[in-house]
Nanobody, 127 residues
Framework: QVQLVESGGGLVQAGDSLRLSCAAS??????MGWFRQAPGKEREFVAG???????????SYADSVKGRATISKNNARGTVSLQLNSLKPGDTAVYYC???????????????????WGQGTQVTVSS
């Protein structure tokens, strides 16, 4: 049975940093990502990472976090992490880890491209 379990969320102040982790069990994934959903808003892409034999590791970030976020993957441990720096109140949301069994060789940025999801972890940034 496939499971994605997030950890690392919490309440922080603006300007702080946070590291979110996601542990995948049940199978290995080459394509994983992080999304977030704020109250009353749609779930949106934050960052994604893919590994393939041709180009190695490729990452992609939403414009809203570019320069402040780093996604990384540990294949041996089956984990994917998201480092968020210089946090803003606008980053407040539930953050979801996602994994995809589709293999197209590029980073997926759409919700429908992922078929496994974690339960989410709350990140609250106070001003």
């Amino acid at each position: 049975q496939v499971q994605l379990v997030e950890s690392g969320g919490g309440l922080v102040q603006a300007g702080d940093s946070l590291r979110l982790s996601c542990a995948a069990s049940g199978r290995a994934f080459s394509n994983m990502g992080w999304f977030r959903q704020a109250p009353g808003k749609e779930r949106e892409f934050v960052a994604g990472i893919v590994w393939n034999v041709w180009s190695g590791v490729t990452t992609s970030y939403a414009d809203s976090v570019k320069g402040r976020a780093t996604i990384s993957k540990n294949n041996a441990r089956g984990t994917v992490s998201l480092q968020l720096n210089s946090l803003k109140p606008g980053d407040t949301a539930v953050y979801y880890c996602a994994a995809s069994t589709y293999s197209r060789g590029y980073v997926y940025t759409e919700v429908n491209d992922y078929n496994y999801w974690g339960q989410g972890t709350q990140v609250t940034v106070s001003s």
